[in-house]
C-alpha cells in the first residue's frame, strides 16, 4: 500500500539552498523538506573556508563579478553572476540577522574577512575561523525547525519525479523503506554534489548524485555535466570522505613543497598556491603521478594556526599532524559540480513546477570553475529567487492519478557495495582531474556493464551510474580542455568551444 501525503511546496535536500528556500517559502505556505539522512548531513555543514560577499573597505560587487567570470573560463552566464555578486552581501547580512555568529576584528567589531585563490580582495566571511559551514547549518536548521509550517522527513529518499500531463506533480519516495507518493504545487531539488562518485572527495557519503539522475530521467535539461572541481588540498588519508584543508590556509601564507622540499607552484602558475583550483589541482596531481608526495607546509603560521583554523587544527592533530610543527600530506579530490539542471534566474527548470537550487543546479554562475566560497553564496542567493517565485504558484487543481508502484528491498548489500567502488574507481582513474579519449570510452563501456549486473533495489546505485554516465559522456564530447575540464590528449582550450555547453 502506498501512501500519500499533500503539500504547498516540496523541497528535496537540507542544505544551505534546501533549508533556506523552505524557511523562505513557509512564510506563504506548508513545506515539506526530504532529506536521506538527518539534516546536519549535507555538504554545507562540511564547508570550510566561507561566503564570498563584497562587503569589505575597497570591494565591490563589480569587482567580484570579474574575479567569477576571470575564473568560470568564459563559461559564466553574465546575468547570473550579476545577480549573484548584487544580491550576494544582502543574503549575507540577513543571515547575520538570524543568528549566524560570522567572526568579526575585535578592534572595529567589522566582518572579518578572509583571502581566497583567484579573489582579487578579502571578501571571504567566515565563522569560528574554518567552520562556516557548520555555523549556517547550523541558524538554518534552527529557524527550520522553531518553523510550524514546515515539515521534515528525515531518511526519506526521493527516488523518482512524479510528472502528470508535462508537469512536476512531486516524488516518489522511500520513507524508512516504506513507500510515499508526495504531491506537491511546487516541487524544488537542492539534492546537492556528486563527489562520491570518486575515489577521493571531500563531500559527505550521502553525494551521489541523485538529483541528476532523478531529473533526468524526467526529461529535464541539465548541461556542463563534464565540470567538476577537484581541490587541490584534502588531507591525504585514507578516509572517506577526505577532510577539506581550507584554501583560506594558503590564503594566510602556506606553501605547497613536494617531497624533496621543493615549491613548485612558483614555476607553474603567476599567483603560485593561489592560482585557480583547477590549475593548482592539477599541478598536485602532475607531482603525484611523477612519484612524489605532496604537502602544504603550514608551519610559518605558527602558534596562530591554532586559532585561525580550530577546526583543521584539530582533525590533523587526532590523524598524528600538528601544523604548527608538521608538512600536512595533501592529495586533490572531487569537491564540487559545476554543471546540473538547468535553471532561469528564479531557478525555474524546463519542466512546469520543478526548481533547483544549489550545487545541483546549473545557474551558469560558475561557469567551467567555481570561484572559491562562491557556493554558500549562490546556494542563498538563488533559494532566495526560488522561494519568492514559487509562492505565486497556483495550487494543482486535481489530486493526479499516479499507477501502482512499490519500493524494490535491496536483498544483495554486498553487489551494490562492489558496484559503488567501482565506479569511484573508474570515475577517478578515467574521468577524474586527467582525462583521455581512450580512458574515457574505457569508463562509459564499463559503467554500462556494472548497470547491467545491477541488484534489485540498488536505487542510489542506479544513480550513481547514471549521473557518472553524464559526467564521463559530456567529458568525451568536449574535446578541448577548459576550467574543470583538463582533456591531455586536447590540453588547451579551443574557440570553437568558448560559450558552447553541452546539454542533455
Known amino acids: 500500500?502506498?501512501?500519500?501525503?499533500?503539500?504547498?511546496?516540496?523541497?528535496?535536500?537540507?542544505?544551505?539552498?534546501?533549508?533556506?528556500?523552505?524557511?523562505?517559502?513557509?512564510?506563504?505556505g506548508e513545506v515539506f523538506v526530504l532529506t536521506k539522512r538527518s539534516l546536519f548531513d549535507s555538504a554545507t555543514a562540511y564547508a570550510q573556508?566561507?561566503?564570498?560577499?563584497?562587503?569589505?573597505?575597497?570591494d565591490s560587487a563589480e569587482l567580484h563579478r570579474k574575479d567569477t567570470l576571470a575564473a568560470g573560463a568564459a563559461l559564466c552566464d553574465a546575468a547570473a553572476v550579476e545577480v549573484l555578486v548584487a544580491e550576494g552581501p544582502q543574503r549575507v547580512r540577513e543571515l547575520a540577522s538570524m543568528g549566524a555568529k560570522f567572526d568579526v576584528d575585535s578592534v572595529t567589531g567589522r566582518l572579518s574577512l578572509g583571502k581566497e585563490a583567484a579573489h582579487s580582495r578579502k571578501r571571504i566571511v567566515h565563522a569560528h575561523g574554518d567552520q562556516t559551514g557548520h555555523e549556517v547549518a547550523r541558524a538554518l536548521i534552527e529557524r527550520v525547525r522553531s518553523t510550524p509550517q514546515i515539515t521534515v522527513l528525515e531518511r526519506a529518499r526521493a527516488l523518482d519525479l512524479i510528472v502528470v500531463g508535462g508537469r512536476c506533480v512531486g516524488v516518489k519516495a522511500s520513507i524508512s523503506g516504506r513507500a510515499v507518493e508526495i504531491i506537491a504545487d511546487a516541487t524544488v531539488i537542492a539534492t546537492g554534489g556528486s563527489g562520491q562518485l570518486y575515489r577521493y572527495t571531500t563531500n559527505p557519503d550521502v553525494a551521489t548524485g541523485d538529483g541528476y539522475a532523478i531529473a533526468h530521467r524526467a526529461g529535464v535539461t541539465l548541461a556542463d555535466m563534464e565540470f567538476v572541481q577537484f581541490h587541490p588540498t584534502a588531507l591525504n588519508t585514507p578516509e572517506n570522505p577526505l577532510q577539506l584543508i581550507s584554501e583560506a590556509v594558503r590564503g594566510e601564507g602556506a606553501i605547497l613543497v613536494n617531497d624533496r622540499g621543493q615549491r613548485f607552484m612558483t614555476r607553474r602558475h603567476r599567483l603560485a598556491e593561489l592560482a585557480p583550483r583547477d590549475i593548482v589541482a592539477r599541478e598536485i596531481f602532475r607531482e603525484q603521478q611523477a612519484g612524489s608526495a605532496v604537502f602544504l607546509d603550514a608551519r610559518k603560521i605558527g602558534r596562530s594556526f591554532a586559532r585561525r583554523f580550530p577546526g583543521i587544527y584539530l582533525i590533523c592533530l587526532a590523524r598524528g599532524i600538528d601544523p604548527r610543527k608538521d608538512k600536512i600530506p595533501v592529495t586533490p579530490a572531487a569537491h564540487y559540480m559545476m554543471g546540473g539542471i538547468v535553471t532561469d534566474l528564479a531557478g525555474r527548470s524546463s519542466l512546469e513546477r520543478l526548481y533547483a537550487c544549489g550545487e545541483v543546479s546549473c545557474t551558469g554562475v560558475h561557469g567551467a570553475n567555481r570561484l572559491a566560497s562562491n557556493s554558500l553564496l549562490e546556494?542563498?542567493?538563488?533559494?532566495?529567487r526560488v522561494a519568492r517565485d514559487m509562492v505565486s504558484m497556483p495550487k494543482l487543481?486535481?489530486?493526479?492519478?499516479?499507477?501502482?508502484?512499490?519500493?524494490?528491498?535491496?536483498r544483495d548489500r554486498g553487489a551494490a557495495q562492489v558496484a559503488a567502488d567501482s565506479i569511484r574507481e573508474l570515475m577517478w582513474n578515467d574521468a577524474g582531474i586527467h582525462r583521455t579519449a581512450k580512458g574515457l570510452r574505457h569508463c562509459i563501456d564499463q559503467l554500462g556493464g556494472i548497470a547491467s549486473r545491477l541488484p534489485p533495489g540498488a536505487t542510489e546505485e542506479r544513480n550513481m551510474v547514471e549521473t557518472a554516465l553524464l559526467i564521463a559522456e559530456a567529458a568525451l564530447m568536449r574535446k578541448e580542455s577548459r576550467g574543470g575540464h583538463f582533456r591531455s590528449d586536447f590540453p588547451r582550450e579551443k574557440r570553437k568551444w568558448k560559450g558552447r555547453h553541452i546539454q542533455w
Request: net charge positive.
Open 1 to 28: 500500500m502506498t501512501d500519500r501525503l499533500r503539500t504547498r511546496f516540496l523541497v528535496i535536500g537540507s542544505g544551505v539552498a534546501g533549508l533556506h528556500t523552505a524557511w523562505r517559502a513557509s512564510e506563504q
Open 49 to 58: 573556508g566561507g561566503i564570498a560577499a563584497a562587503l569589505g573597505a575597497g
Open 379 to 384: 546556494g542563498l542567493v538563488f533559494a532566495e
Open 397 to 410: 487543481p486535481r489530486a493526479p492519478r499516479v499507477a501502482p508502484w512499490t519500493v524494490p528491498p535491496l
